[in-house]
């Protein structure tokens, strides 16, 4: 299931208030008023779910072929908020914690992420991932390619598809 969460103007704690964040052809049914709810078609197939959490929206996508046409038809809405745009960066591992770190603003350019890894070839345990923006959860984020960082630049051979646990996000706010 594809989840993004990411701020939005407005008070968005009413059902009438989120119809204007949804795309054309979909509506939403309260399971906690101002909390939760569900997303339907106009069909009455349900596609996914919102939930408001400290100030920010969270949409899942649920895995039914209405929900990937609900991913698709949100991400021809909010261009910059589309589950399944593929972003590059970097991860490190922290053995201290057995987790996991994003490292600074994933880019959605490869050629950005890749002039930055002259600032990690150095370091241990970090790894040149991309990723669907769908697939980062709060504790977890799953690549499609992941890749070590070698000396001088160079990229080892891909591991990825993987899910990796995440610690502490120093940047978290960046994939919000």
């Known amino acids: 299931m594809l989840q ?12 009438d208030s989120l119809k204007v964040i949804l795309p054309t052809g979909y509506e939403v049914k309260a399971v906690e008023a101002g909390k939760k709810y569900d997303v339907f078609t106009d069909s009455g197939n349900m596609v996914g779910s919102i939930e408001i959490v400290e100030g920010a929206v969270a949409i899942s996508f649920y895995d039914n072929p209405e929900g990937q046409d609900f ?16 972003l590059y960066g970097y991860v490190y591992y922290v053995l201290e914690t057995d987790r996991w770190q994003l490292d600074h603003v994933p ?58 646990l995440l610690g ?3 940047n978290s706010w960046s994939m919000q």
């Open 4 to 15: 993004i969460r990411f701020a939005f103007a407005g008070n968005y704690g009413n059902e």
């Open 107 to 164: 880019t959605v350019l490869l050629e950005t992420a890749m002039e930055m890894i002259g600032n990690y070839d150095q370091a241990d345990n970090t790894y040149f991932v991309s990723f669907l923006r769908g697939e980062w959860k709060s504790d977890s984020l799953t690549v499609l390619s992941m890749q070590k960082v070698k000396r001088e630049g160079k990229l080892a051979r891909n591991t990825g598809p993987t899910t990796l």
């Open 168 to 170: 502490n996000i120093e």
């Open 71 to 86: 991913v698709s038809a949100w991400g021809l809405k909010h261009q910059t908020h589309n589950p399944k745009t593929i």
